[in-house]
């Protein structure tokens, strides 16, 4: 199966840790992004090839992937960082997760 | 800069057809391959199609193999997609992205998405 499961959403208190995860089938063999949408505004990518950041994302953010699970940290959360967070693996093709709410309160 | 500007959307009745535009600047263009992605209103986003740097490879969703034709004119810096028999479910805000690498489907540069809207 190439469906990846999502928790549709996420809590935590501003200066904590957020952890999202990402299932799926072997999705330790395949590649695996994160992306970040607030209302209204286009994704943003955050991790990319499991657990590399692009250039001007916070150190705060981080990824990993083994087995049938990848995981998005977000470490000393902020307010700023309340937003929906979609998991992406891919190898010859790709498909997304179905998105987390994080919430942060 | 790396700039992507979609182009085309609109409405279009059940069993119509549409062709989007993607102009980008900022990058060598045909040294990356480029996908759409589209996001239907209040719901995820799904991957569409991809194209090889050089057009000789596509791919598509299931959802739309057969119906979309994704084409680019690398001397016009410029990505297509044709959607013919289109369907409600079609719907959608659809942005054209480019990879982080050469023949990746890591989306670090996004268009800022055009709506289609299938309804009679």
């Known amino acids: 199966s190439n469906d990846l499961t999502q928790p549709p959403s996420v809590s935590v208190s501003p200066g904590q840790t957020a952890i999202i995860t990402c299932s799926g089938d072997k999705l330790g063999d395949k590649f695996v992004s994160w992306y970040q949408q607030k209302p209204g505004q286009t994704p943003v990518l955050v991790i990319y090839q499991d657990s590399k950041r692009p250039s001007g994302i916070p150190e705060r953010f981080s990824g990993s992937n083994s087995g049938n699970t990848a995981t998005l940290t977000i470490s000393g959360t902020q307010a700023m960082d309340e937003a929906d967070y979609y998991c992406q693996a891919w190898d010859s093709s790709t498909v997304f997760g179905g998105g987390t709410k994080l919430t942060v309160l | 800069e790396v700039q992507l500007s979609e182009s085309g959307g609109g409405l279009v009745q059940p069993g119509g057809s549409l062709r989007l535009s993607c102009a980008a600047s900022?990058?060598?263009?045909?040294?990356?391959?480029m996908s759409w992605v589209r996001q239907a209103p209040g719901k995820g986003l799904e991957w569409v199609s991809y194209i090889s740097g050089a057009g000789s490879s596509t791919y598509y969703a299931d959802s739309v193999r057969g119906r979309f034709t994704i084409l680019r004119v690398n001397s016009k810096n410029t990505l297509y997609l044709q959607m013919n028999s289109l369907r409600a479910e079609d719907t959608a805000i659809y942005y054209c992205?480019?990879?982080?690498?050469?023949?990746?489907?890591?989306?670090?540069?996004w268009g800022q998405g055009v709506l289609v809207t299938v309804s009679s």
């Open positions: 992205a480019k990879a982080v690498s050469a023949s990746g489907y890591d989306f670090e540069y």
């Open positions: 900022g990058f060598t263009f045909d040294s990356y391959a």
